[in-house]
């Protein structure tokens, strides 16, 4: 059995090479674009999941900052420090910014933070250093390769000049990337002085947080309070809600590309050899028989080309990030057994529809020519 279809496959080589580089574009998409939205994922909430906060204090109505606006008054700082259970304070201000580097217009989530402050800052520090006075600022490294950007370097924010003291990662939101300036650069910045996006909270170990929440609540009007893991949740489902349906459904065309691509070339191939299969229903070959002669001719196309689409994969990214140093993609094994699977399941699909031309192939037509 395996030598007829190696058969087959030799003798429409061409065919099926040309076939097997269309399925390695279909599986290279469906990697890039599970690996992109983990990428995605990673950097939307990397500042959120940095360092330890244990309660966020934004706006009534606000549940995320990624797609909120929320505006505090800093004064609520001493009203939140004076809070049994509390151990630290830290003021962050979110402002969506435009500037101009190289004759190109950019934009950055500048984050005005206390230096003074435990949290607040940048996640990691890749290259330089933290801010240490209002004229500095860290930006993101793929903000930084895309704008050819180095340390020292200076950034035009309004009539300031901002220096690059250092680069940091885990900051890349895909369309737009964090940077850092203190917290009065950022009041200067916006015209909005005293104020602030939301407060990260460190509170004593062992507290009751259900009170700590409570007394927040009575002290600072007009706020709403979340736990750590809930807001992590909340901003992780905003990113999932304005980039899934995009990554979905290219992902579902793609898979409707290979299961026709396959579909396609195995029933020219049951056509083709009509003959053959003829001469075998003749000579008393079950129908199951041919049958996995067409799933081992899938299987065999689907193999080849997922092995070159996983291995152009890494090549690939590396050439896009170099082009667009602002995507971000993250890998694993997990996903290549996702897509293998998948592959897998449209290859049996595709032969089972397929081999349904073969109930109309009689023993007969083996006498025909």
């Not at 209002?134 to 490294?141: F, G, Y």
């Not at 896009?320 to 290859?347: A, C, D, H, K, W």
């Amino acid at each position: 059995m395996n030598g007829y279809v190696f058969y087959i496959i030799r003798e429409y080589r061409f065919r099926y090479l040309s076939t097997a580089l269309g399925i390695s574009l279909c599986v290279l998409l469906l990697f890039f674009l599970i690996s992109l939205y983990n990428g995605v994922s990673y950097g939307s909430v990397e500042y959120v999941r940095s360092g330890r906060t244990d309660l966020w204090v934004l706006q009534e109505h606000s549940s995320n900052i990624l797609r909120s606006t929320s505006i505090l008054p800093f004064s609520y700082m001493q009203s939140l420090k004076r809070i049994n259970g509390v151990n630290s304070v830290s003021p962050v201000f979110f402002l969506l910014c435009s500037v101009k580097l190289n004759n190109r217009n950019a934009s950055m989530y500048l984050t005005g933070f206390d230096q003074a402050a435990e949290e607040g800052g940048p996640p990691e520090i890749i290259k330089g250093r933290g801010i240490l006075s209002d004229r500095e600022i860290v930006i993101d490294k793929a903000f930084a390769s895309k704008y050819g950007l180095e340390i020292g370097d200076v950034i035009q924010i309004r009539h300031d000049s901002q220096e690059v003291s250092g680069i940091s990662g885990g900051t890349n939101m895909f369309v737009i990337q964090y940077a850092f300036v203190s917290l009065r650069k950022s009041w200067d910045i916006a015209g909005i002085p005293n104020f602030v996006s939301a407060f990260r909270l460190c509170t004593d170990k062992g507290c009751d947080l259900a009170s700590v929440e409570s007394e927040i609540k009575n002290q600072c009007k007009n706020v709403s309070v979340f736990r750590e893991k809930q807001f992590i949740r909340n901003n992780t489902e905003e990113m999932r809600h304005g980039i899934i349906p995009l990554l979905l459904v290219v992902t579902l065309i793609s898979a409707v590309v290979l299961a026709a691509i396959l579909s396609l070339i195995l029933s020219i191939s049951i056509i083709e050899k009509r003959r053959d299969f003829a001469i075998m229903k003749a000579l008393g070959c079950p129908r199951y028989f041919i049958l996995k002669l067409v799933l081992r001719l899938s299987a065999s196309l689907a193999a080849g080309g997922l092995l070159c689409g996983i291995l152009a994969y890494f090549p690939v990214v590396s050439i896009i990030s170099n082009i667009s140093p602002e995507i971000e993609t993250r890998s694993s094994l997990y996903q290549i057994i996702l897509i293998s699977s998948g592959v897998l399941v449209i290859s049996i699909l595709s032969s089972l529809w397929s081999s349904a031309k073969i109930k109309r192939i009689y023993p007969l037509e083996a006498f025909k020519y």
